[in-house]
């Protein structure tokens, strides 16, 4: 069963930072991780997948980057509507998503 | 335009089943493999399990969490997926949402549906 590690938990950061987030899998996942932002109340909604594939509509400010275990999701300038909670998600095997990582505003 | 309904959640007893429905639109359902997500209060994201399509054997795998309760199934005929929940416990309190694919990125998600567990 792979397990998924994702850091931080909860972060906080002013309108235009740059907003870094990594997911680490216990084993090799090559690529097959995706990233995820939850709003309150709503379903997720896919915002990369394969890693590092922008999903069609998705704003450029956010990417991501990695293979193997180790992952990153980036938010090159914070904006308001970024405010949720980001999950990454595997899916090598069975999938499995990270525990989420809250982004609020400072 | 894909669109994704589930119907079912409510108040169910520990140890009761309850069904949900995942009734899918605007693409040939047949064709995809389908997902339950699952969200306690609170918490993050859960995969529950995923069906595949009947051309890939239309089995199902599930999380070790549900595995020997839960069962998911499907009636293409009438673009539903179903998840049968049985035995349930407490911590399978939870928005249940629905989603299309296997997991290589759930473009398509429902709007989720409430199970409470509770006596």
């Known amino acids: 069963d792979i397990q998924m590690t994702q850091s931080p938990s909860s972060l906080s950061a002013s309108v235009g930072d740059r907003v870094t987030i990594t997911c680490q899998a216990s084993q090799d996942i090559t690529n097959y991780l995706n990233w995820y932002q939850q709003k309150p109340g709503k379903a997720p909604k896919l915002l990369i997948y394969d890693a590092s594939n922008l999903e069609a509509g998705v704003p450029s400010r956010f990417s991501g980057s990695g293979s193997g275990t180790d992952f990153t999701f980036t938010i090159s300038y914070l904006q308001p509507e970024d405010i949720a909670t980001y999950y990454c998600?595997?899916?090598?095997?069975?999938?499995?998503f990270g525990g989420g990582t809250k982004v609020e505003i400072k | 335009e894909v669109q994704l309904v589930e119907s079912g959640g409510g108040l169910v007893q520990p140890g009761r089943s309850l069904r949900l429905s995942c009734t899918g639109s605007?693409?040939?359902?047949?064709?995809?493999?389908m997902s339950w997500v699952r969200q306690a209060p609170g918490k993050g994201l859960e995969w529950v399990g995923s069906i595949r399509y009947k051309a890939y054997g239309g089995t199902a795998e599930y999380a070790a969490s549900v595995k020997g309760r839960f069962i998911i199934s499907r009636d293409d005929s009438k673009s539903i997926a179903y998840l049968q929940m049985n035995s349930v416990k407490t911590e399978d309190t939870a928005i249940y949402y629905c989603t299309r694919g296997w997991g290589d990125g759930y473009r398509y998600w429902g709007q989720g549906t409430l199970v409470t567990v509770s006596s």
């Open positions: 605007g693409f040939t359902f047949g064709d995809y493999a």
């Open positions: 998600q595997q899916y090598d095997h069975l999938p499995r």
